[in-house]
């Protein structure tokens, strides 16, 4: 019920107006977003590299709907990668990984635009993998609903001939995802693990919290069975204490864990601490506010915690 209406919520431009404009949302916005602008993005990333922590960055802003757009998004990557790179941020840590990297959604840069958008998607993601490349950074394509999946996919194995660095998201919520593991754990490849964040239909996804554990399990062992680098994002403590003992049991070192920027800071270090790399989701821009709802979506304790701080600074 909460959950439904807090995603409500997300979509209702009256409500959004309320929350951006409210004196106390800068403080509570700092928690789950880097900052709205590129130089409060590097300084968020800086701080957590400090802290022995990798990063990746996502540049906030959804359902691009003209070309215009898309450009000014690809645009907006291309001068945080130049910026990450002036803060001396780009250090690769291996042939696949860099300390520093940033994840890109598709539909941001064209890939639902009519007619040609797919190609206009892929030329824009060319570039921005270029540069980081260039820079010393990786990419991430991150995984929207599942009507994108085939596309993304596509996209991304096309971008792979040229910088096979460039990693695939796999939700774990999806019927077909363990089938997508097999066919990704091979020999340099990337792969983050997540769950799923999409309200999705039960003919295509597990719709029960257990089901999607379950299968969270089944994929994370074909990942680590196979030959590429595996990166688990979940706070879920059950999870990442199975990814923790199933590498052991493979023998596998080259894993990474991936958190929200915010969420679970504690748990981060001391995976950090363990010796696991540890890379945190860091959204930063203007549009926050859909992100934002989202996050409180997912766990009842947030809307506390942003209530509070409405109730104590508003
Ligand atoms: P779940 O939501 O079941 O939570 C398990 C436990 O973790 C909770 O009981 C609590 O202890 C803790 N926890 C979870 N959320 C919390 C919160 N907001 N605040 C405090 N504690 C919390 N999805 C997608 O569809 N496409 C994508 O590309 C990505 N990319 C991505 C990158 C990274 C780095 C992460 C961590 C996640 C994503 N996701 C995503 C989102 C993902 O699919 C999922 O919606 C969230 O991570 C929440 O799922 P959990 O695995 O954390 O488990």
């Not at 709907?65 to 645009?75: I, K, L, S």
């Not at 803060?87 to 064209?110: N, W």
């Not at 929207?144 to 796999?170: G, N």
């Amino acid at each position: 019920m909460l959950r439904s209406a807090i995603l409500a919520a997300a979509r209702n431009p009256r409500i959004e107006s309320l929350v951006t404009h409210a004196p106390v949302s800068r403080s509570v916005v700092h928690r789950f977003v880097g900052g709205p602008d590129t130089a409060a993005a590097v300084a968020a990333a800086r701080a957590l590299v400090a802290d022995g922590l990798t990063v990746t960055l996502d540049h906030l802003g959804e359902d691009t709907t003209d070309r215009t757009q898309a450009d000014a998004v690809a645009a907006a990557y291309l001068d945080l990668l130049a910026a990450l790179e002036a803060a001396g941020l780009t250090e690769r840590l291996g042939l696949l990984t860099a300390r520093v990297e940033v994840s890109l959604k598709l539909s941001a840069i064209g890939q639902a635009l009519p007619g040609d958008g797919e190609k206009i998607a892929l030329e824009h993601a060319r570039t921005v993998c270029a540069e980081a490349r260039r820079v010393g950074a990786t990419v991430t394509l991150d995984m929207e609903d599942h009507t994108t999946t085939d596309s993304t996919l596509e996209i991304l194995r096309q971008l792979r001939v040229d910088y096979p660095e460039t990693a695939a998201v796999l939700q774990a919520y999806l019927h077909r995802t363990e089938s997508d593991c097999r066919d990704l754990a091979y020999a340099g490849s990337r792969v983050r693990l997540c769950k799923g964040a999409y309200r999705e239909p039960a003919s295509v996804a597990y719709q029960r919290r257990a089901e999607v554990d379950r299968s969270y399990v089944r994929c994370l062992n074909v990942l680590l069975q196979g030959d590429g680098y595996p990166m688990f994002a979940t706070h879920d403590p059950t999870l990442i204490a199975i990814a923790e003992d199933r590498a052991r049991f493979h023998g596998k070192t080259a894993v990474e864990f991936q958190m929200l920027y915010g969420i679970r800071p504690d748990e981060q270090r001391r995976l950090a601490r363990a010796g696991h790399t540890v890379r945190v989701y860091v959204p930063y821009g203007a549009q926050w506010y859909g992100y934002l709802m989202r996050r409180l979506a997912e766990r009842p304790a947030n809307v506390t915690f942003f209530a509070r701080a409405l109730i104590t600074k508003g």
